[in-house]
């Protein structure tokens, strides 16, 4: 099996005008008191570390004491704006800021306390990025799971995704001593189905995420992405299928053995049938975004170029190799995954 290998970091496309009218229109725009520069002006930083004392490869950021006394002030802010729709919430408090020069959108994490329970959260404030954006839209319409965000100027203030980091979790069990080790192997075929359906690629094990749910009777997971920057980027097709990363390889392999091939499809149009409903239940939203990312640019021509070809050797559809776009691709590869028309 060839595994995926990306070269390098994609730049950061621009949120442009109609793209922020859509925003607008989905209370995803914010006037917010500070932005990702503003969190810039830290004046030292210490690497943070595990509980095995390895680098994490996030930093724990300081300020100078007036412009921390500004920043918590302005993050907490935020942090009402994000969850509460700006309702003040008493007792709140920053306790760190962490800064990860690792990635695409090098991300701030911020760790918000509140002091009456000492309940933690975290949220993350980021480069606003085109294809990001477009990422968590796909993902908050054809997922299970809902997205929180909130864009303001050149700012991207995102709500934390709950879950182990797969690479973590790969380390930790290697799937030996998993509870229901059949629940977790159909979930990665289906998740391996979202991601090629709308197209978001770069699903790495450290990019996305593990939520472990106790149910009544049993144990349930869900695979989640925390990372949105390759949506309808890279120019080829297995890209977008997380069964061909090498750090995957853990759940290709405990799928294989636990499932045959009519088990992989059934778990397979499971997942297409679902992402049809949910966009016929959210039909208005998707195809005003859809318009917008048809004429929007958040590729080069050469990976729009290779994608096409490759989409069209899958599906041995004309329509492919007449796309001028990402956003026209991604129309087609929905109308023929999920056997729906959208326009």
Known sequence: M?????????????????????????SRLATLPLTYTDLLAFEQSIPVLDSEDNDTLWRSVLYNQHEMARLYEGLINVYELLTFDGAKIPYLKVSCIDFCTFGNSQPFRVKIVNELNDNHDYFYVKRADASRVYGLELEDIFSPDKLNYLVHKETLIEDHVVGIPVDEFIAKYKFH???????????????NE?????????????????????????VQYRLRP??????SFEGRKNIYLPQFYSDNVELVNLASELMNK???EQYQRQERVAMK?????????TKSLLRKLK??????????????NDLYKHHKDDRFLACKSMGEI??????NQLQIKIF
């Not at 595994?3 to 496309?13: C, D, L, V």
């Not at 090629?196 to 472990?212: H, K, Q």
């Not at 409903?277 to 939203?285: C, G």
């Open 2 to 26: 060839q595994y995926n290998h990306i070269e390098s970091k994609k730049k950061t496309y621009k949120i442009k005008q109609p793209l922020r009218e859509f925003l607008k229109s989905y």
């Open 177 to 191: 001593k998993v509870d229901n080790r059949m629940r977790l192997a159909k979930e990665f075929i289906k998740f």
């Open 194 to 218: 979202r991601c090629f359906s709308r197209l978001l690629g770069d699903m790495r094990a450290y990019n996305f995420v593990i939520e472990i749910i106790q149910d009544f009777d049993n």
């Open 226 to 231: 925390m990372d949105f920057d390759q949506q």
């Open 262 to 264: 009519d088990s992989v």
């Open 277 to 285: 409903k949910r966009f016929l239940s959210t039909k208005q939203r």
């Open 295 to 308: 004429t929007d640019r958040i590729s080069t021509s050469e990976h729009v170029t290779q994608l096409k």
């Open 330 to 335: 991604l129309i087609v590869q929905l109308e």
